[in-house]
Nanobody
Framework: VQLQAFGGGLVQAGDSLRLSCAASGSGLSFRAYTVAWFRQAPGQEREFVAA????????RYADFVKGRFAISRDNSKAAVTLQMNSLKPEDMAVYYCAAGRTVILSAMTSDQAYHYWGQGTEVTVSS
């Protein structure tokens, strides 16, 4: 599975951005994969942001993005979107999408559960 994340950019605090993650691969059954977004700021460890299971019915969010970010997916397009609203300077990071085929509910927020990673897209938020 190959993942490509895009949509990052430079915005001001309070603005919105929409990140997309496009999956591809021979014989890909995208619905079988849980997809998550993680982020890593300079000098910081990678942290969980949001995740969505294959059917789109189960989602998880980090506490610091609840009410501001929304994750969704379109299995027909093998794509996952992260809508980010009310961005703050502390949201500035490189955002990565990741996919895992057998991710149990309790592991959705763990980067260890995801075997496929995209290259990251940078989000810069100016105050």
């Amino acid at each position: 599975v190959q993942l490509q994340a895009f949509g990052g950019g430079l915005v001001q605090a309070g603005d919105s951005l929409r990140l997309s993650c496009a999956a591809s691969g021979s014989g890909l059954s995208f619905r079988a994969y849980t997809v998550a977004w993680f982020r890593q700021a300079p000098g910081q460890e990678r942290e969980f942001v949001a995740a969505i299971r294959g059917g789109g019915d189960t989602k998880r969010y980090a506490d610091f993005v609840k009410g501001r970010f929304a994750i969704s997916r379109d299995n027909s397009k093998a794509a996952v979107t992260l809508q980010m609203n009310s961005l703050k300077p502390e949201d500035m990071a490189v955002y990565y999408c990741a996919a895992g085929r057998t991710v149990i509910l309790s592991a959705m927020t763990s980067d260890q559960a995801y075997h496929y990673w995209g290259q990251g897209t940078e989000v810069t938020v100016s105050s």
